[in-house]
C-alpha cells in the first residue's frame, strides 16, 4: 500500500520572490496511488467513483489531483460537483488543480462545456 503526502507549492517572482510549501495535516498510509484516465462528452455530466476496495486495510482516498490534457483550450468551462445537481465549483482549465477530500466520498461528478480526452486523476 503506497504512503501519500501531497503538498501544495506556490512561487512568485517579481515585485514579491517567495516560495510556500504547504503540506497536508497528515500522511496517508491508505492511500490508492492510482492514477486515472476520464474523457469527458461536451455539456454531459460525469460521474466519477472513488477508489474503495473491500480488503483490509481498506484503501482510503484523501486527495485528488486533476491534470487536464495539454490539448485542452486555454479557457474550457470545467465544474466540479459534489452531485449532478449541485451548481458546483469552476475550475481553471488546463491548469492542475489539488483538492483534499473526505474520505468517506463515493462518487464526484464534472462537467465540461468542450469534449476532451485522457484527464489525469491522480488518486491519494
Excluded: C, Q, Y
Excluded at 517579481?14 to 496517508?28: L, P, Q, Y
Excluded at 477508489?51 to 486527495?63: C, D
Amino acid at each position: 500500500m503506497p504512503i501519500s503526502l501531497r503538498t501544495v507549492r506556490i512561487d512568485f517572482k517579481g515585485e514579491i520572490n517567495s516560495s510556500d510549501i504547504f503540506a497536508v495535516a497528515f500522511e496517508n498510509g491508505f492511500s490508492p496511488g492510482r492514477t486515472e484516465f476520464v474523457d469527458f462528452v461536451a455539456a454531459t455530466p460525469k460521474v466519477i467513483t472513488v477508489p474503495k476496495t473491500s480488503t483490509t486495510p481498506e484503501v482510503v482516498v484523501k486527495g485528488l489531483t486533476i491534470v487536464f490534457n495539454s490539448a485542452i483550450p486555454s479557457n474550457p468551462i470545467i465544474t466540479l460537483k459534489g452531485v449532478d445537481t449541485d451548481t458546483g465549483i469552476r475550475m481553471k482549465g488546463p491548469d492542475p488543480t489539488s483538492i483534499a477530500i473526505d474520505p468517506l466520498l463515493d462518487t464526484i461528478t464534472m462537467v465540461s462545456d468542450i469534449s476532451t480526452t485522457r484527464v489525469r486523476f491522480i488518486w491519494t
